[in-house]
């Protein structure tokens, strides 16, 4: 991230600005264009939200006067405002990924089958994507980062998210030279696999937030999807199913994260975990073979190794998406992107017992939490993916709380946009065949 401050800074100079198009208006969408509104280089040009008075109340947080707002659902009146220094909220997300003065549009929806369709749509357009939809990445990223490739453009997580703070400290750890030896975050709350909308209501009320985010946030699976786009991005998988999950404090994590012959936990080394005290923060546990390299890291106060833990006290979620914007724009590079493929997958268990004619309502609600589970683990069991649920998803036959659900026990009753990439994904691993699919996607979907 270093230097960008100066590049926008330039860019601001030469009267220019990179604009955003920004799919979703909710508590990270608002933040983050208050924050780019105290930017240099750098606007939120377009929203889009079913709700238009989310769009305008945002607007006007961030310093924006009602006159220069504009609310509109036609592309030339869109393109017009721009061009006049305005901003425009509209209903359709269509209407901001086909702008063509937008340069980077950023997906803050939070919805896996709405997410899948903007970021198709925004490289269709030959327009950066910055998804903060991890949901949305973990089930069929490696796909639209392909087929961003493949069309000239940049496929990335968002700086701030957890995985992208986690990322910041892997890059560093790994371009010194550091062995790694498990990634991590820490979990904010205690798990609770039963926590549901209702259950979440006050703590969500609260927060100003929706209890099905923060009933995902309670039931682990936000967790499970954040450690799963580590997993893909860096290749390491969880140790156990569900990952460990111990308690402990930031000084304990060296000894945790050790192998089990070594006092640890760890079967292995290369995981992804997450630890019940140390929230809001990520951590990277490293270590060397060189005796110099442990006698300088005792001499910095940094343990007694072997093993040592790097620690990023904070994540600023959608304030620091910005960041991962610049970098698309400026130097065509992810901050956190699929780069190893579908390497762990997130799948979805019963909250309760389901029987025939259950409809499974999507992530944070009433009837599946996310567990993650190793890529092989998980395909050769047919395991759902957690992305895959919503209320088209019909069970049909019992299924155990606590079951991990199986393709063989649903059925899906009407196709959407994450279903038909997943398919195409599973049906396409072969790189030299990307643009066959690109083109492809482009006559299914067009």
Not at 14 to 40: A, D, P, T, Y
Not at 164 to 186: Q, R, S, T
Request: hydrophobic fraction near 40%; charged fraction near 20%; glycine fraction near 10%.
């Amino acid at each position: 991230m270093l230097g960008l401050n100066y590049k926008l800074r330039e860019l601001e100079n030469l009267g220019r600005e990179i604009h955003v198009g920004l799919i979703g208006c909710g508590q990270m969408g608002r933040g983050m264009i208050s924050q780019i509104e105290n930017m240099k280089g750098m606007r939120v040009v377009a929203t889009a939200d079913l709700h238009t008075t989310l769009i305008e109340q945002a607007y006007m947080k961030a310093g924006i006067n009602k006159q220069s707002i504009v609310l509109t659902t036609q592309l030339e009146e869109a393109e017009k405002a721009i061009e006049q220094g305005k901003v425009v909220g509209t209903v359709y997300s269509e209407l901001v990924t086909s702008l063509p003065s937008v340069d980077v549009i950023v997906d803050a929806t939070g919805v896996p089958n709405l997410g899948a369709e903007i970021a198709w749509k925004a490289i269709l357009n030959k327009k950066h994507i910055v998804m903060l939809n991890v949901e949305a990445d973990v089930t069929v990223g490696p796909l639209l980062k392909q087929m961003a490739d493949a069309s000239g453009v940049i496929y990335t997580g968002s700086a701030g998210d957890e995985p992208g703070a986690v990322m910041e400290l892997y890059d560093f750890a790994d371009a010194i030279g550091f062995e790694i030896i498990a990634l991590g975050k820490g979990k904010n709350n205690p798990l609770n696999h039963e926590a549901n909308p209702s259950t979440a209501e006050v703590e969500a009320k609260l927060k100003g937030a929706s209890p099905k985010m923060i009933a995902s946030f309670q039931d682990g699976t936000k967790t499970m999807v954040e450690m799963n786009a580590v997993a893909n991005a860096t290749g390491f998988l969880p140790d156990v199913a569900g990952m460990h999950g111990p308690s402990g404090t930031v000084g304990e994590l060296p000894s945790l994260f050790q192998l089990k012959e070594q006092g640890g936990i760890l079967d292995g080394k290369g995981i992804v975990d997450y630890v019940n005290g140390v929230a809001p923060g990520v951590f990277a546990i490293i270590s060397s073979d060189k005796e110099e390299v442990h006698h300088e890291m005792n001499y910095l106060k940094m343990g007694d190794g072997p093993n040592y833990v790097l620690y990023r006290p904070y994540h600023l979620t959608s304030l620091e998406t910005p960041l991962s914007v610049a970098r698309a724009y400026f130097h065509k590079e992810a901050t956190i992107a699929p780069w190893k493929g579908l390497q762990a997958e997130t799948v979805a268990v019963a909250k309760k017992d389901l029987q025939p004619g259950d409809h499974l309502d999507g992530i944070g609600g009433y009837t599946v939490y996310g567990k993650l589970l190793s890529y092989n683990e998980a395909s050769t069991g047919s395991a759902l993916p957690i992305g895959l649920v919503d209320p088209n998803v019909v069970v049909t036959r019992p299924v155990r709380k606590g079951e991990i659900i199986t393709f063989d026990a649903i059925e899906q009753k009407k196709e959407s946009m994450i279903w038909k990439l997943r398919s195409i994904q599973m049906q396409s691993t072969d790189n030299k065949s990307v643009k066959n699919e690109f083109v492809k996607l482009k006559s299914i979907l067009v």
